[in-house]
């Protein structure tokens, strides 16, 4: 099995423009992903989208493998949101990675050194990755994030493509 990081989007009813969030699945296959996703969906029928994906197989210098046996050491893998603002666009900015750190106060400091054209922030969320990604649902025996310090780190490994689910 595979820990899938999927940038939904779709209209919603109340909105004006395209609605987005992140959601977390584990599946053998992105295809196989797409039944749970759709089940997710609070939007308007139809028009559910991935516009991007990305399997979670290497983080922040580690690889990332799931297996059922719980995992030995401190560090933990958190997922983190970073919003703010650059005052040139209208919109808030938005940063999503991926860090290994021992604590979410470790985290958010590691994550916030990656900014530095933003003139202000906004709200940040962070997620220990275990605890967030319901990695015991719909797959049966509960799965757990095994890090292993990798002699290579590497940017993860992304697509994005507009894929409609319908």
Excluded at 97 to 116: D, H, P, Q
Excluded at 121 to 148: N, P, S
Aim: hydrophobic share 40%; glycine share 6%.
């Amino acid at each position: 099995m595979k820990l899938f990081a999927i940038y939904i989007g779709g209209e919603h009813p109340a909105a004006h423009i395209e609605i987005h969030d992140v959601r977390f699945v584990v599946a053998a296959s992105l295809h196989e992903t797409h039944a749970q996703l759709r089940a997710q969906w609070w939007g308007t029928p139809g028009t559910l989208h991935i516009d991007c994906w990305a399997e979670i197989d290497h983080a922040d210098g580690y690889d990332v493998t799931l297996r059922p046996e719980p995992r030995a050491g401190r560090e933990r893998l958190f997922f983190v949101n970073l919003g703010g603002y650059d005052g040139e666009d209208f919109a808030e900015k938005h940063k999503n990675m991926f860090v290994v750190a021992n604590t979410v106060a470790e985290a958010k400091s590691r994550a916030l050194e990656t900014i530095s054209d933003w003139k202000d922030a906004h709200r940040d969320d962070f997620y220990e990755a275990e605890q967030a990604f319901a990695l015991d649902t719909k797959i049966g025996d509960r799965l757990h994030i095994h890090l292993t310090p990798s002699e290579q780190a590497r940017p993860p490994r992304f697509t994005c493509r507009y894929t409609p689910l319908k």
